[in-house]
């Protein structure tokens, strides 16, 4: 498989540009935050993404969805980044139908992911819980209840958390903290009794949540893929959702990287365009050759889902870390090479440097997934 | 693709992996280690082991010297998605290349553009075969980066160009057989536009080699000197005063070439060579947690790059390249490499110092590393590809 877009992958990208540019520029955030917007995204635009069949990209089509794969939906994030449209696509349609997915027994898929292809459910997983990613140590306990469980503890980072309709929640069922084995999956309603959500206003102003669980009733069927043994779900879930990130992340620096370039050709200080500076052109050199290997390492993550998730893990181990890396040197020297206009609200470059903080502390850092591939090579 | 074009391909790549598995000595299935495991070709050209010689002669039997080339030329008459799936077949079982070639890998792809049939039927299939080893005639004393203002001359008489001038930095220039070399034949021309691109036989009369001591204690690099030496007009490849655009075209594939250097992918992870000498806690963990993340930041950097080689190539077979791409990759590849020594010297500590001895394999070790250092240099260095990237895929203005 070659790793250029098809023909049908580029048309797909211009169709996701074309609605995205035209509707939600970097001013639609501006204006969901300045505005304190209640949903923090557009429900229009949303209806818009289902309509052109993005909501349920991933989603089989005998789910009503367009059984499309990683590769496209990295397209679509590819263009969510360039210009930091919020949207539910991340959290519902990439990583929430995965688990539902890959994860759902028949019933769970019949109920779930038609009216995630149409638009009607928003869902998203609740995972980390201290300060840093770190699956594995997750605590929130799941104890038997009768036919069912109750599930006690809280959680942070939960993209989108304030309006989904659905929570799926990694909790521990057996084992303790640090261990693979006794993890477990579960559907949870977010107006059960017991949960209480806490909307966090992030820097990126970007939807997250925290939430606490309470002693929350789940029933036998909200298990989500097999008790105690949700890790490897949990894994395949989570690499396609760093995988969707490591391509927003892409589009981001990609987007900052032109509009900088751009600046460097129209600036003039002492008498000269700024670009005309040796010292800049060099810098905006390497970062435009970090940003074309990071592209390619994403494509061949994206790629390496699609081939098979299971076998995935160390390109989107590389991919997830260089993204970091790339972006956060690109929205540096975007500000950098703005001046001072950079540090002012007013201009856009401010936003592209605050969502990808955002970026990479999702689902892993470059720190995290570099000590991945470095595990894996068994050093 | 279509669907029986697929199919097609998965035929081509099991029968590849059959032959392969076949035809290719255990001895070259490990990454050579030393210069003597790499064989170049040429009329002087000796073989270090029978599995050498059996692996280059069953290769260039099929045309896989050069497997994309035509076969007409002595190439395999592979397609862009074949070639990439022989490639990969080939890393597979780590498979080492059969020959080694600046023919292969500079001259033959200017020929294949700019040479007219004449010159392509004489030269190319005896590259494929391994016949002759070409070396390069490209800098000067005073022209290394700025390469245009050489300054050898090619005056005319008759039918041939009488050549006068030296040459430096050229690699293998002692036991090449022929040169392709850029010279000034109109020194009233702007610097650019008085260029011609030559071909000429290395044992002509008046041409000279004197191999370069450098730090690494090796002379892989030459000076070249010619004194009235006389070439026929007919091995001007492309047109008289045109040679930049040859040169041009050729060092884009020079640093396609230089930008792959190193055992990438290859071979132990790199962090358990450095366990060897620096030691593992009982997980297995590195004993030096700073240089095990300077590894792993590496490792990430690598797998990266050999996807953006992939996708390089995958572009330009698309028609969607850049042509001033392959400077990029010039520009970082050889940066990882530099770095990817750096860490092994780090990782061998005193062990990595030894300069002389057996058991360091004569220092082969610190001669790899002071040898990396030319890599950022030699093919146009790290700032003049960054000052490419910058004018012409950047098109930022006055550089």
Redesign the interface.
């Known amino acids: 498989m ?3 877009l098809t023909e049908e992958q580029s048309m797909l990208r211009d169709s996701a540009r074309g609605l995205i540019s035209d509707k939600a520029p970097v001013s639609h955030l501006r204006a969901l935050r300045d505005n304190k917007d209640p949903t923090g995204f557009s429900k229009e635009l949303w209806h818009s993404f289902a309509e052109m069949g993005f909501a349920g990209l991933l989603v089989p089509e005998e789910f009503g969805g367009s059984g499309l794969g990683f590769m496209e939906a990295g397209v679509v994030m590819e263009e969510i980044g360039r210009t930091l449209m919020p949207s539910p696509f991340l959290a519902t349609s990439v990583v929430a139908a995965s688990a539902l997915n890959r994860g759902g027994n028949a019933a769970q898929k019949a109920e779930y992911l038609p009216k995630i292809s149409n638009g009607s459910l928003l869902a998203t997983l609740a995972i980390d819980e201290g300060a840093k990613h770190r699956p594995l140590q997750t605590a929130l306990q799941a104890v038997r209840a009768g036919n069912g469980f109750k599930l006690s503890g809280a959680k942070a980072l939960v993209v989108d958390g304030h309006v989904v309709d659905l929570f799926i929640v990694a909790a521990r069922t057996s084992g303790s903290a640090g261990e693979r084995d006794g993890l477990t999956l579960f559907l949870v309603n977010p107006k059960a009794k017991g949960v209480s959500i806490e909307r966090t206003i992030m820097v990126d102003a970007h939807n997250a949540a925290r939430i606490e669980l309470a002693n929350v009733e789940v029933n036998a069927d909200s298990v989500l893929g097999e008790v105690d043994q949700g890790a490897a779900l949990l894994d395949s879930v989570l690499d396609i959702g760093r995988g969707a990130v490591a391509a927003e992340m892409v589009g981001l620096s990609d987007e900052v990287f032109s509009r900088t ?1 751009e600046y ?2 129209n600036r003039k200080q002492f008498g ?2 700024i ?2 500076f ?1 010292a800049l ?2 810098r ?3 970062l ?2 970090d940003i ?6 994403t ?2 993550a994206l790629q390496a889902l699609d081939a098979d998730v299971v076998k995935a893990t ?2 989107v ?3 997830k ?2 993204a970091g890396t790339t972006a956060t040197r690109a929205v540096q020297e975007g500000v950098q090479m703005h001046g001072g206009m950079g540090m002012t609200d007013q201009f856009d470059i401010g936003f592209f440097m605050k969502r990808a903080r955002v970026c990479e502390e999702l689902f892993g850092d470059a720190n995290y ?3 991945q ?2 595990r894996a ?3 | 693709m279509s669907e029986s074009e697929t199919a097609d391909l998965e035929k081509f790549r099991s029968e590849t992996r059959t032959w392969l598995e076949a035809n290719c000595p255990p001895e070259m299935r490990k990454p050579a280690t030393s210069d003597a495991d790499v064989f170049w070709g040429g009329r002087n050209a000796k073989f270090s082991s029978e599995p050498q010689r059996i692996w280059f002669e069953r290769m260039r039997d099929k045309g896989w010297t050069v497997p994309d080339w035509p076969k007409e030329y002595g190439g395999g008459g592979l397609t862009a998605a074949e070639h990439k799936v022989l490639r990969s077949e080939m890393a597979r079982m780590g498979a080492r290349p059969p020959l080694s070639s600046f023919g292969i890998w500079m001259l033959g792809p200017a020929l294949l553009k700019y040479g007219n049939e004449a010159q392509k039927k004489e030269h190319l299939p005896k590259i494929a075969a391994g016949l002759i080893r070409w070396c390069q005639g490209y800098s000067e004393p005073n022209a290394g980066s700025d390469l245009a203002s050489l300054q050898t001359r090619a005056e005319s008489d008759g039918d041939d160009f009488v050549i006068t001038g030296s040459k430096i930095w050229t690699s293998y220039a002692n036991y090449a057989d022929w040169i392709f070399c850029l010279v000034r034949t109109d020194p009233t021309a702007k610097k650019h536009d008085g260029i011609s691109f030559i071909l000429f036989d290395m044992t002509s009369k008046g041409v000279t080699t004197k191999p370069i001591l450098l730090i690494s204690g090796y002379s892989p690099f030459c000076e070249t000197f010619f004194d009235g030496v006389r070439v026929p007009k007919s091995h001007v490849v492309g047109t008289v005063n045109r040679g930049w655009d040859v040169a041009k075209y050729l060092l884009q594939h020079e640093r396609a070439m230089i930008s792959g250097m190193g055992e990438r992918g290859v071979g132990r ?1 790199l ?2 060579i ?2 060897d000498s620096v030691g ?1 806690d009982a997980q ?3 004993d030096d947690a700073m240089l ?2 300077r ?3 590496f ?3 690598e ?3 050999a ?2 080689a ?2 390089a190539v ?2 330009a ?2 028609g ?1 390249a850049h042509p001033a ?1 392959s400077s ?1 990759m010039k ?2 590849g050889t940066e990882l490499n530099k770095r990817r020594y750096e860490i092994l010297m780090s990782a061998g500590g005193v062990d990595a110092l030894e300069w002389e001895s057996e058991r360091s394999r004569q220092g082969a070790r610190p001669r790899a590393w002071l040898r990396t250092k030319a890599n950022s240099i030699e093919g146009g260095t790290t ?1 003049v ?3 490419i ?2 004018k012409r ?7």
């Open positions: 070659a790793l250029v370039v460097l050709k000269k365009l670009g005309e040796q052109q060099h905006a050199a390497e435009y050759v074309e290997i990071t592209r390619a390492a494509m061949k160390s390109s181990a590389v991919a870390a260089r997934h570099t000590e591939l470095a090579r068994g050093y | 992870p962090g358990q450095a366990a593992a297995g963990k590195l095990r993340g590894i792993a930041t490792d990430v950097d797998a990266a790059l996807a953006c992939e996708r995958d572009l077979k698309a969607q791409f990029a520009y970082y700032e590809m960054l000052g990237v910058a895929i950047l098109d930022l203005p006055g550089a």
